[in-house]
């Protein structure tokens, strides 16, 4: 059987369309059973040539009624390619989500209380440290000791939001259980080869309570407006790609360019260390040189001194009436 790709999100949007669909899909997801859902998607315009599309894009948004009457945000993100914009992505849209007034319910007492949020990622590339295809992040109350706390909390439920991913370059054909056997959907190993908008699966291996998710993708294969929307999905993430190659281009020649401002300016800082260097011992030896000079003119200046002194105590030695050669020898001049 051919099947839309989901990946795509004109697809999965078709998918979710049917609310039956999407009970049976986030109730797989989530391993509750959903009574009540309110789908709300984001959407975008794209214009192409002389058309324009409204194209259901990466962020998707469900409320669903918890069995205690509760409601709970569930938010889905599909992302096809790893971009370097992601995780700032991620992070504004989840951040919009907390921030947004309608994420708000009436509880039994016709008290406002705000849906705790659940995030799930649908990531087409592979996480850096782990290989397991469905990671589920969730919470736990423990006090300092690590003592598990069992009651919940408004503001910690308001404030904190668990998480699924799955990372489907990992599915690989895992049947390990039936979560795994529902995302078979997304197991792109069974992409046609000259088309990535289609899958071929067989029908058959999947549970029969899953099956109506199959048929829903099978239908889409056949709608115009789902190969429509998969088609400028293409073109758009062709020209995202194109920008973020762009993107990472510049920061190539940036971290380039800052490599060599860096060497050059290393080098300018060897150069004046150099001539500082150079400096610095030309004033010493010239310090050296004056030192010298100022050594021989004290020697100097004490000879002149000590022969004055010899020489004045020669006068008065010959004008006592001592013979000069006498007092020259007693003066040790001889």
Do not use: C
């Amino acid at each position: 059987m051919l099947i839309a790709n989901p990946l795509y999100d004109g697809a999965f949007k078709y998918l979710l369309d049917d609310n039956r669909i999407a009970k049976i899909f986030l109730s797989a997801l989530l391993g509750q059973d959903i009574t009540k859902l309110t789908f709300r998607p984001t959407e975008f315009r794209f214009e192409h040539e002389t058309r324009s599309f409204t194209v259901f894009h990466i962020d998707f948004a469900a409320s669903i009624v918890q069995p205690d009457g509760s409601e709970k945000l569930i938010i889905i993100e599909i992302q096809k390619a790893k971009y370097s914009t992601d995780i700032l992505r991620f992070r504004k849209y989840l951040g919009h989500q907390y921030a947004n007034k309608e994420n708000t319910y009436t509880d039994k007492d016709g008290t406002s209380r705000a849906m705790p949020i659940m995030s799930i990622y649908f990531l087409g590339h592979r996480l850096a440290k782990t290989n397991e295809p469905i990671i589920r992040i969730q919470r736990q109350y423990t006090n300092h000791e690590g003592k598990h706390i069992t009651s919940k909390e408004d503001f910690i439920e308001s404030l904190t939001h668990d998480s699924l991913i799955v990372q489907i370059p990992h599915l690989k054909r895992r049947r390990q259980n039936d979560l795994e056997a529902l995302l078979a959907i997304f197991d792109q190993t069974q992409k046609l080869k000259d088309d990535d908008h289609s899958l071929s699966i067989d029908e058959a291996s999947f549970p029969e309570k899953f099956r109506p998710v199959v048929r829903r993708l099978a239908k889409a294969i056949a709608e115009p407006t789902v190969r429509d929307q998969m088609n400028i999905e293409d073109n758009y993430f062709e020209e995202y790609e194109e920008t973020e190659r762009k993107l990472a281009k510049k920061d190539e020649v940036l971290a380039e360019e800052r490599r060599l401002k860096e060497a050059a300016e290393t080098l300018a800082a060897e150069e004046r260390r150099q001539k500082e260097e150079e400096r610095r011992q030309k004033e010493d030896a010239l310090t050296a040189k004056e030192e010298e000079r100022r050594q021989k003119e004290e020697a100097l200046a004490t000879l002149a001194a000590k022969d004055a002194a010899l020489q004045s105590a020669l006068a008065t030695l010959i004008a006592n009436g001592i013979p000069e050669p006498q007092a020259r020898k007693s003066l040790g001049l001889d």
